[in-house]
């Protein structure tokens, strides 16, 4: 897996859900700043990941997730954990 095939992803699901233009999707983008993205939203996109990925998110981490970036970068250090 690759760092863009992993941003793929998470850009796709958030166009999706929030409807907004993937092109908008940068890994600079901040969830709540940037795309007024709630809780729920959040929840939903960790779920897609660690349904996706097999990994593990718990909510402290999930919180440490800001951007799409660091969303990114946490996919592919704890992808191979299982």
């Known amino acids: 897996?690759?760092?863009?095939?992993?941003?793929?992803?998470?850009?796709?699901?958030?166009?999706?859900?929030?409807?907004?233009?993937p092109a908008r999707i940068e890994l600079a983008t901040r969830y709540r700043e940037d795309l007024a993205i709630d809780s729920l939203d959040l929840y939903t996109v960790i779920q897609e990941l660690e349904d996706t990925y097999g990994i593990a998110i718990t909510d402290e981490q999930a919180v440490g997730l800001q951007t799409v970036e660091a969303t990114v970068d946490f996919v592919l250090s704890h992808a191979g954990d299982r």
């Open 1 to 21: 897996m690759t760092r863009n095939e992993v941003l793929d992803l998470i850009r796709a699901h958030l166009a999706d859900e929030l409807g907004v233009d």
